[in-house]
């Protein structure tokens, strides 16, 4: 059975940092790209950051451009986000999605496995 499970949300206060990580198992990640996602209360899930198999190419959501960093470790079957510079519109709570294609992508609707959420929220 694939998992994805995610952790390190919290709440912060706005400029403060967090590093959220998402485990997965059942089956291995690595051919494949990574992402995160967002969903605010009332609004619909958006797209945060996704990275390639390699690691080697990223692309994020101009809302968190030069703030977040998408990052992964293969061999532990694990991709992080660094956020730094958290702003209260940050607060949501924030999925990771797997199996996309190699090169990863900003459309959900490319991801086949998705992670239960973890909350994000940062005060003002």
């Known amino acids: 059975q694939v998992q994805l499970v995610e952790s390190g949300g919290g709440l912060v206060q706005a400029g403060g940092s967090l590093r959220l990580s998402c485990a997965a198992s059942?089956?291995?990640?690595?051919?494949?790209?990574m992402g995160w996602f967002r969903q605010a209360p009332g609004k619909e899930r958006e797209f945060v950051a996704t990275i390639n198999w390699s690691g080697g190419t990223t692309y994020y959501a101009d809302s968190v451009k030069g703030r977040f960093t998408i990052s992964r470790n293969s061999a532990e079957n694990t991709v992080y986000l660094q956020m730094n510079s958290l702003k209260p519109e940050d607060t949501a709570v924030y999925y990771c999605a797997g199996g996309a294609n190699s090169y990863g992508s900003s459309r959900s609707t490319d991801y086949n496995y998705w992670g239960q959420g973890t909350q994000v929220t940062v005060s003002s």
């Open positions: 059942g089956r291995p990640f690595s051919m494949y790209g």
